[in-house]
Nanobody, 123 residues
Framework: QVQLVESGGGLVQAGGSLRLSCAAS????????MAWFRQAPGKEREFVAA????????YYADSVKGRFTIARDNAKNTVYLQMNSLKPEDTAVYYC????????????????WGQGTQVSVSS
């Protein structure tokens, strides 16, 4: 099992940047593929970005490609989401998720979830 704790959310103006962190504990972090999802009020949870267990492969939703970067530090058991050029439509609760081995982009394939961190972007 793995426990996940997100941090780094907040309120930012459009065009600004934030970096989210997700600290993992309880198991061998380097065996888990990691992902970020987000959920806005009244909407379903959606995929944002994912990274393979080694960090060698990344995936992005079209809506964030070129603006967001996912990275991981296996020595620190942490995955990051660098968010640049933020837009009001990026406002949501952002969740970190983990699954063993293979990377996926569907929320249903992830077994472990953090509690979420709020990101609000003002226009």
């Amino acid at each position: 099992q793995v426990q996940l704790v997100e941090s780094g959310g907040g309120l930012v103006q459009a065009g600004g940047s934030l970096r989210l962190s997700c600290a993992a504990s309880g198991s061998t972090f380097s065996t888990y593929a990691m992902a970020w999802f987000r959920q806005a009020p009244g909407k379903e949870r959606e995929f944002v970005a994912a990274i393979s267990s080694s960090g060698g492969t990344t995936y992005y939703a079209d809506s964030v490609k070129g603006r967001f970067t996912i990275a991981r530090d296996n020595a620190k058991n942490t995955v990051y989401l660098q968010m640049n050029s933020l837009k009001p439509e990026d406002t949501a609760v952002y969740y970190c998720a983990a699954r063993l081995l293979r990377t996926r982009t569907n929320a249903r394939d992830y077994d472990y979830w953090g509690q979420g961190t709020q990101v609000s972007v003002s226009s």
